[in-house]
């Protein structure tokens, strides 16, 4: 069985990868257009769009939580269906 020696990483060797990282990164984000002047401007835009629509799904589970749990009879009945039906159309379950 060999055994792999440990070799000393020089300053070099760090350097080059982190050269490389810079590189992979810069042509990553280029690669989805987010490489210009603007490119923070975008992402933090990018980031407030999530936000906002985790908080619109989050706000509508618990509109139809409340739903179902605070009235009865048909028109809970009514407001499900509407909502089951909104969700198909608009394929927020798969």
Known sequence: MSRIRKRSGGPFPRRTLAR???QGARR???DVGLDGPEAAI???DLRTLLDSLRMARRTAWQT???LITTR???TT???LAL???IAVKLKLFG
């Open 83 to 85: 909502i089951a039906g």
């Open 28 to 30: 990553a984000l280029a």
């Open 77 to 79: 009945g009514l407001l």
């Open 42 to 44: 975008d992402i933090h």
């Open 64 to 66: 139809i939580v409340r």
């Open 72 to 74: 009865s009879g048909r």
């Open 20 to 22: 490389a990282a810079e």
